[in-house]
């Protein structure tokens, strides 16, 4: 088990997570314009976003480019610069290093290397438009951006669907409507839903309601700004693994029972011959009556 202080006991450099305001320049922290000052190095994800919030606060550290296509050759770099004893700060565009941005290599990296690592309080999209929203705020599943293709996004939200805690979607104005559908396909059109867009700017604002209501307002209106989507947990959840080993269920009822809970017929296929120890093959056969 390795144990990591936060006070630096060694001639590496640190590396410092360093959240950026989500769009309100008013929370950046004095702690992070602090850090950003003293560190040798920022890797930012953008650097010419980071420029604009490094010139509001005066802040003159140099720069390096750290984003998820260069995110390998960056981290090499990044590594012996710390082992010589820089200090570095990663920052993203908004919000948390790591948390549907890049950092989470880095910090693999850093913890193998046994290089500190710091990470500071900041803004999170998810956490703020969660505790606004309405919906029940713990426990809470933080999912991020769904898959873009039909049948990943599928069989996700119908895994998902089946959760009963809150969960928190992130997604860009242009492809709302697609995933509020994806979402009352899966979920059902009558599950609660708070929509949050422009957090902390001007415009912000926050839409509550069902599934089927948001759908609606996406619908009527322009989309603008990154969107946050609380959507409320399962009322009625049941454990899919004591009804795929209910003894007095066939196979295909098995399958059966946890579709009609949600769950794609992929899904229910493979949870129900993991939960018998058979092969999906078998399971699958069953439900679709074929022999072998």
């Known amino acids: 088990m390795q144990t990591q202080s936060s ?4 001639t590496q450099g640190t590396l410092y997570l360093v959240p950026t305001p989500i769009g309100n320049l008013g929370d950046m922290t004095y702690r992070a314009i602090e850090t950003l000052k003293d560190v040798q190095l920022i890797a930012a994800e953008d650097t ?10 005066e802040i003159e550290t140099k720069q390096i480019s750290f ?23 990663q920052v993203s565009d908004a919000g948390m ?15 193998e290397a046994n290089i500190a690592v710091v990470p500071l309080p900041g ?3 998810g956490i703020t438009a969660l505790i606004a929203s309405g ?8 999912f991020g951006f769904l898959p873009r293709k039909g049948k990943e996004l599928t069989e996700t939200v119908a895994q998902l669907a089946l959760k009963p805690e809150t969960t928190i979607f992130y997604e860009a104005p242009h492809r709302l409507k697609k995933t509020l559908q994806a979402l009352i396909n899966g979920f059902g059109g009558e599950r609660q839903v708070t929509l949050g867009r422009e957090l902390t700017k001007k415009f912000e604002e926050f839409i509550r309601g069902d599934l089927q209501e948001a759908l609606t307002w996406a619908t009527d209106n322009e989309m603008r700004g990154e969107f946050v989507i609380i959507v409320a947990g399962n009322p009625t959840p049941q454990n899919l693994s004591v009804v795929a080993t209910d003894p007095t269920l066939s196979l295909s009822e098995q399958v059966e029972a946890q579709i009609q ?3 794609s017929p992929n ?7 993991k939960a018998n120890d058979l092969k999906k093959q078998v399971v699958y056969n069953a439900y679709h009556d074929l022999t072998e």
């Open 123 to 125: 803004a999170n999209a």
């Open 67 to 89: 984003h998820e296509h260069n995110t390998q050759q960056r981290i090499e770099t990044l590594i012996e610069k710390l082992e010589a004893g820089d200090d570095i700060a």
């Open 97 to 111: 290093p790591s948390i549907s941005d890049p950092g989470h290599e880095l910090v693999k990296a850093c913890i």
């Open 48 to 57: 010419r976003n980071t420029q604009k919030l490094l010139n509001h606060f």
């Open 7 to 10: 006070f630096k006991t060694t």
């Open 267 to 273: 899904v229910a296929i493979k949870t129900v011959a």
């Open 261 to 263: 809970q949600g769950a």
């Open 135 to 142: 919906i029940t705020p713990q426990p809470f599943t933080f």
